[in-house]
């Protein structure tokens, strides 16, 4: 499994990201996708889910009407779209190869993060 996460960066309170993850090495478009992220000192928390099709999504409250999970099987490619961010966002956001919400095993199926930081 390889998954390679882009689009992290500095953003202000209120700004917006796209989070895009790069899947090979597997059949992406035979897996439920998850995006987790880790907050400097805190324990991995589960954020978003999506099915095969991706007809189907799943949200933490904290992020609900705020990111959105999208993927495009013919790229290989997950995203995540951070509208209204705020600096409670701020974590290493991981894509992996689970469902969610549960993230027990996690670390096996995930790829190196990348780095969002909200802050004025």
């Known amino acids: 499994v390889q998954l390679v996460e882009s689009g992290g960066g500095l953003v202000q309170p209120g700004g917006s990201l796209t989070l895009s993850c790069a899947a090979s090495?597997?059949?992406?478009?035979?897996?439920?996708m998850s995006w987790v992220r880790q907050a400097p000192g805190k324990e991995p928390e589960w954020v978003s889910g999506?099915?095969?099709?991706?007809?189907?999504?799943w949200y933490v409250d904290s992020v609900k009407g705020r990111f959105t999970i999208s993927r495009d099987n013919a790229k290989n490619t997950l995203y995540l779209q951070m509208n209204s961010l705020r600096p409670e966002d701020t974590a290493l956001y991981y894509c992996?190869?689970?469902?969610?919400?549960?993230?027990?095993?996690?670390?096996?199926?995930r790829g190196q993060g990348t780095l969002v930081t909200v802050s004025s």
């Open positions: 992996a190869r689970i469902s969610g919400p549960a993230i027990t095993g996690w670390e096996a199926w």
């Open positions: 999506i099915n095969i099709n991706g007809d189907r999504t």
């Open positions: 090495s597997f059949a992406f478009s035979s897996y439920y």
